[in-house]
Each structure stands twice: as structure tokens, then as C-alpha cells.
């Protein structure tokens, strides 16, 4: 069937232009400019493409809503990928831990379920968007290496990203920070968290460089997109652009963010931290790396909402951004970082991929999402 959308403010990939768009058998079919008399009034709203989504950890709030709670599986994915289509992403890359060097020890257990609740709940037709899998390989976990090649099997895999988060690394250069935190969050006693520190330190010093050598290896074989993680200082990104690697995640610094850009590396940064105007974990602002044209990505990491929110932030007198290369951060440019080319822009030919959004009082509404052609909100 034909759907023609009328009335529509339409953000191309280079302008913004009042008129209406023809889409049938899932791809964008025609976009006219100026009136029409035929098809559904969207009332001057915009529309933009359907957001791709690199990196979300929302799906494990849902599978383990409380600690020691496992809901069921394609029911957790079911609500999570609700909650993923009201915001407008349209293609999500659901991010789940491959090891464990943060006092996470129940994530191993989510694995599992995580992955099969999405996989039965695609092949039954009960999701909204489509869903992809970024595995996150903590490459200091002994058996990281294992653990991927085991995961990487299921065909939703598409994305990694090589993590350290062992005292004393990246984003926890700050022992003390991380002591704090860790001790607070575990209830550990003086003696136990010293342990804890001791046993992940010596892991990363005995793992962590040969399992990142050998899972970017594996990763190339299988054609996935690699991302470094929380880049902290020159010579790590010196080391992910080594590697051949093309996204840079959340770096942490300044100095890092440059570098990656030197080396030709997109930028994900996230929409919670651009949106609250600081990043919660003290770290560079996304805000800062905007303004200074460092900028390439947004992802949503732990708030669904952020990513269409921080769009229109970086339009706001703040930042002062083009709509369309706003809307490209969170669109087009993650698509085309992935190897996805078929969508994440209103162009002819390309999936019908669309959002349907309306500001209100300076907040953007999502009010209708379809993929691929069919109205999925």
C-alpha cells in the first residue's frame, strides 16, 4: 500500500523544506515540496528519519527489573522495545557485557536470556524496531575471548566495542573514585574491596592487550563495526586507530576526542550527558565537544528519551546547530559508521524510516514512528 504524509516539515540531509512525502513496500517512493491535496495531515510537524541507536543498555533494565529479579525474556524485550520505538529509534544495537570487571558478576547470568528473549521475540514478529546486537567485550575478564566467540555467533551481532574498566584504567583512572563508588555499591568491607582491586588490576595487566589483539581479529573476520571505549589519553586512541578502529565511544577527555578526529575516528558521545549539559561521571562535556565540532554521534546509552531530546538541544541558542546535521547525529551518520547504507535519511529509495515529531513548549514529541513503511507507533 501507497502512504502519502502531507503538511510535513521534512528534514532532508541538507535542508529543511514544507511538503509531503510518498513511501510504498517499505522505501521512500517520492518528496515533493509545497501543498498537496492528497494524504494524511501531519500538521507542519517534522519529520525526520528513524533514529539508529549504536548503544543502549535500556534491555537489561528490563530483563533484571531489581536485583536478583529475572522477568521473562521476550516479555522484557517486548517492553524495552516499546519504550525503544516511542522514542523514535526505529534500529537499535542492544549493548550487553561480555565479561565482568566492575563488580557486575549477575550480568554473566543476563546474557543468555537477554540475547534469546530478543532473538524469539524478532522471529515471532512482536517487535517495533529492528534490533541488533553490540557486544561490549570487557577484555580484561580472563574469559572474554571465550565468551565472545561463543556469542558472536547469533546473527543479530553487528557492533563491538573493546572496554577495560579495571581500577586504574580509562574511566576509572581515579582508584579512589572508583573505591568509593564500588565499595558503596557492593557493601564490600576495607579488606574485600582492597581484593577486588588487587584481582581486576591483575587481570587487566595478564589479559587485557591479548584479548583486545584477538577479539579485533575475530571482530574483522566476522565484518562488524569496532568501537573503542572511554578513550582517556592520546596514546590509547594512538592504539584504537592501530587498530583500524572507526568509532571512538565517550571519550573522556579533550585531548582524546581531538586525536580521535585527527585519525578520521566518528565521535559517539551521550545523549544523557549533552542533554544534562555534563557528563555524571565527571568526564569531558558533550556539550563542549559540540560546540567544538567534535561531535559525530549521539547514543542514547541509559535514557531511550535523550537521543531526540538532544537533537534538538544541539539546535537550541546553545550549541546553535543546522537541524539537519543535528538530526544526522542521531540518523545517518551512525547508519553509515555500522555499514548500514540503506537507511537514516529522507532520500528516495531508502527505507521508510520515519518520525513524526512536534515540539512542544520547547520539547520534542514523538508522535508517530513507522519502519519500513508500517506504523509501528
Known amino acids: 500500500m501507497e502512504t502519502i504524509l502531507k503538511n510535513a516539515t521534512l528534514v532532508l540531509p541538507e535542508e529543511t523544506v514544507e511538503g509531503s512525502i510518498t513511501f510504498a513496500d ?14 494524511e495531515d501531519v500538521e507542519g510537524d517534522y519529520l525526520i528519519p528513524g533514529i539508529v541507536e549504536l ?20 516479555s522484557a524485550a517486548r517492553s524495552h522495545d516499546a519504550q525503544i520505538a516511542a522514542a523514535g529509534i526505529t534500529t537499535v544495537f542492544d549493548a550487553v557485557t561480555v565479561g565482568e570487571a566492575v563488580g557486575r558478576e549477575d550480568r554473566a547470568a543476563l546474557l543468555k536470556p537477554m540475547i534469546e528473549g530478543l532473538e524469539a521475540a524478532g522471529e515471532k514478529g512482536l517487535l517495533r524496531a529492528d534490533h541488533l546486537l553490540h557486544l561490549r567485550c570487557e577484555v580484561s575478564d580472563p574469559g572474554a575471548t ?7 555467533e547469533s546473527p543479530l551481532v553487528k557492533m563491538i566495542s573493546l572496554m577495560d574498566h579495571a581500577p586504574g584504567q580509562r574511566q576509572f583512572a581515579d582508584i579512589a573514585k572508583y573505591r568509593q563508588y564500588y565499595q558503596a555499591k557492593n557493601n564490600f568491607t576495607d579488606q574485600q574491596m582492597d581484593d577486588h582491586i588487587a584481582m581486576h588490576q591483575n587481570w587487566s595487566a595478564t589479559y587485557a592487550d591479548p584479548h583486545r589483539r584477538e577479539i579485533v581479529a575475530l ?20 592504539e584504537s586507530a592501530a587498530f ?48 567544538r565540532d ?18 534538538f538541544r544541539l539546535t537550541s541558542k546553545t550549541h546553535g546547530w543546522h537541524l539537519p546535521k543535528a538530526v544526522a547525529t542521531v540518523t545517518s551518520i551512525p547508519a ?33 514512528v513507522w519502519r519500513e513503511g508500517k506504523r509501528v507507533i
Open 55 to 74: 548503544h543502549t543498555d535500556n534491555l537489561e533494565k528490563h530483563v533484571s527489573p531489581r536485583p536478583g529479579v529475572l522477568w521473562n525474556p521476550v
Open 244 to 291: 583500524g578502529i572507526t568509532i571512538a565511544e565517550f571519550p573522556t577527555t579533550l585531548p582524546a576526542a581531538e586525536c580521535a578526529a585527527e585519525h578520521g575516528m566518528k565521535i559517539l558521545m551521550g545523549g544523557p550527558n549533552l542533554v544534562r549539559g555534563k557528563s555524571h561521571s565527571g568526564n569531558v562535556s558533550a556539550g563542549d565537544l559540540a560546540d
Open 26 to 39: 517499505g522505501v521512500i517512493r517520492s518528496i515533493d515540496e509545497g501543498p498537496s491535496s492528497v494524504g
Open 146 to 152: 571465550r565468551m565472545f566467540e561463543k556469542l558472536s
Open 336 to 368: 553509515a559508521a555500522v555499514g548500514l547504507h540503506d537507511r537514516g535519511e529522507i532520500v528516495e529509495g531508502k527505507r521508510a524510516d520515519l518520525v513524526q515529531v512536534a515540539l512542544v513548549d520547547g520539547l520534542p514529541i514523538v508522535r508517530a
Open 219 to 238: 571482530a574483522k573476520e566476522r565484518g562488524y563495526a569496532i568501537a573503542s571505549h572511554d578513550d582517556e589519553t592520546i596514546e590509547h586512541v594512538e
Open 294 to 311: 567534535l561531535l559525530h554521534i549521539l547514543s542514547s546509552d541509559y535514557m531511550p528519551v535523550s537521543l531526540m531530546e538532544g537533537v
